[in-house]
């Protein structure tokens, strides 16, 4: 049992630490390779996984999904950046909001602390108070979790003025833990220039360089590139970097994440961090590497609609995404997304060849009415349907004003006028001023009706998804909505909201208030998206001895 001399916290001195850096450019890809390598290291470790964000917002909860991609919620109902997707999904664990520390939140506590006087007087200055700040973060989520590895993923790119802080507390690391206790890895780009067919190493040397300025001198440089990493770009880059050639390691370009593994392990990366953390957790990819050759390999095609507004950005909806590879990965089969952008929805010509269809949540009112009328269209002509919070929403005034003749029908957050409010606020959020970290948010319970569609996918009677949204079914409609066949297959345990709707006269049409495509895993895809996946394939969504199984046994064979 060592001591932090920061604070006198307790932690546990055989804690390893791996810091994760990127250079040259944004968007390379650290999310994965640190959801690559805690996969790799996970058989026998608990790993924590820790993301730092340069930028001031607080969370990225009130940013725009073109500006920052998808926000991702966690159980406990923290907003968080979108690679602690690919943790969860990479790692099978269930991350915490304080995990991920952005400039904002450590601004937030800095200014907390001097108005509190917690700094007795002192000039708060950057070094040391906000740098023992972030490592008081690290080292108390260590003293909480008890963990063997932490790896600590620093966003941006070195040289980007919002991470500096976090670079020097790395860099300062070192002396806290002792340098046999944490290990550097830098990310960084190889680009094949067109026409020259040469990889060129001068962006990893003054990425490295920019990093050594900093005080923080790599153990292991991953290299991004369309192709593996030649003999002679590896001896290269070990020469200008001072690393050993071996630890140059491919950072390959793939159609598939969940290669990223495969390749990191056939590059010898578990071994030489093995050796340079003196641990010893040997992956066993057997079964993964199965599921990855499903998706490359699949035995079926199924054309899929996903009726949104921020279609121009893939990444708005990287968790959708990912459970859709999760099914494909179960039932060998190829899953096209038609991107349906519902703004301009003119005619039907989009569910041509279409085996599917999804709504998925969204806020305010551009798109939603072509949205309606895909859902509409949908129940109709009984193409299966998933709808995720919005998606529920918007399946209800359908409904509402198609079945129950109730003209007009809408959510007040479309319309504030509309005589059928059949979607409204939650009452707990009509007083809300603040837009960040208030809405509903995280795992929720919900109370599942036997005999239902969604019983039958989750094969429980209790089942609990997270949320993220402020409006819900409003419950002085609810009985005329059933009268008129919607089936409430789930609903909250104080039975006042709306968890899951079902029409069960319909092949699959299906839709939830809650995110389930945030909980979905490579190796247990999320139930309705299971389910959908299997009747647009053309089959029953569930039946005999595959009810509760991701992989039935026939398809495990």
């Known amino acids: 049992m060592g001591v932090n001399i920061l604070k006198g916290i307790p932690i546990q001195m055989p804690t390893k630490y791996i810091s994760v850096t990127g250079g040259v450019l944004s968007g390379l890809g650290k999310g994965i390779a640190v959801a690559s390598i805690g996969h790799l290291l996970s058989s026998k470790l608990k790993i924590i996984p820790i993301k730092c964000d340069g930028y001031l917002n607080v969370d990225p909860g009130t940013m725009n999904p073109f500006e920052h991609g998808e926000v991702f919620v966690l159980d406990d109902g923290g907003e968080v950046d979108m690679d602690f997707g690919h943790y969860e999904r990479f790692l099978g664990v269930t991350c915490k909001s304080r995990w991920n520390l952005t400039m904002g939140k450590v601004f937030n506590m800095v200014r907390k602390k001097e108005r509190k006087g917690d700094y007795l007087g002192k000039t708060v200055q950057y070094i040391p108070h906000v740098t023992d700040l972030i490592k008081n973060h690290i ?108 630890a140059v390691i491919t950072g390959l370009d793939v159609d598939d994440i969940y290669e990223m593994p495969i390749i990191f392990e056939q590059e010898g990366l578990p071994e030489i961090i093995h050796k340079k953390l003196n641990i010893y957790s040997p992956p066993d990819l057997r079964k993964w590497k199965k599921l990855v050759d499903n998706i490359r390999n699949p035995d079926r095609q199924i054309t899929v609609a996903m009726c949104g507004k921020y279609t121009r950005l893939a990444d708005s909806y990287a968790s959708i995404i990912e459970s859709f590879n999760h099914c494909s990965a179960h039932l060998s089969c190829k899953i096209d997304l038609k991107w349906v952008e519902t703004t301009d929805l003119k005619d039907t010509s989009f569910l041509d060849g279409v085996d599917g269809l999804v709504v998925p949540g969204g806020f305010g009112s551009r798109g939603t009415e072509g949205k309606i009328e895909a ?33 007009g029908a809408n959510s007040t957050e479309m319309d504030p006028d509309t005589p059928h409010p059949v979607i409204d606020i939650l009452p707990e959020q009509k007083k809300v001023a603040e837009k960040g970290g208030t809405m509903r948010l995280g795992a929720y319970p919900a109370t599942i009706t036997e ?26 409609y609810h009985l005329i909505l059933q009268e008129k066949g919607m089936v409430f297959s789930g609903i909250s345990p104080d039975r006042r909201l709306v968890e899951f709707i079902e029409l069960p006269q319909l092949r699959f049409f299906a839709a939830t208030q809650a995110h389930p495509e945030l909980k979905s895993r490579m190796e247990n895809p999320a139930p309705l998206f299971y389910g959908f996946v299997k009747a647009c394939l053309g089959r029953e969504p569930v039946n005999g001895s595959e009810k509760g199984l991701p992989l039935s046994q026939e398809e495990e064979k």
Do not use: W
């Open 451 to 476: 005999g239902t569609l969604v019983h039958a996918l989750y094969c429980s009677t209790e089942v609990s998804e997270r949320h993220r949204h402020r409006y819900e079914v409003n419950p002085d």
């Open 375 to 407: 859902i509409r269209l949908a129940r109709e002509r009984d193409i299966p349907f998933l709808g995720l919070c919005l998606g529920l929403q918007l399946a209800v005034i359908e409904f509402a004003r198609n079945l129950c003749n109730l003209t």
């Open 139 to 246: 080292f108390e989520i260590v003293q909480e979790e008890n963990p063997d590895l932490v790896i600590i993923e620093i966003g941006g790119t070195v040289g980007d003025i919002e991470n500096e802080l976090f670079l020097e507390a790395m860099r300062q690391m070192k002396e806290d833990v002792g340098r046999d206790n944490i290990i550097y890895i830098h990310l960084t780009y190889v680009p094949v220039p067109y026409g020259v067919n040469e990889q060129k190493s001068k962006p990893t040397q003054q990425s490295v360089n920019l990093l050594k300025q900093r005080g923080i001198f790599p153990d292991i440089i991953i290299g991004r590139c369309p192709d593996f990493l030649t003999k002679e770009i590896k001896d290269k880059i070990s020469n200008f970097c001072d690393v050993n050639s071996d």
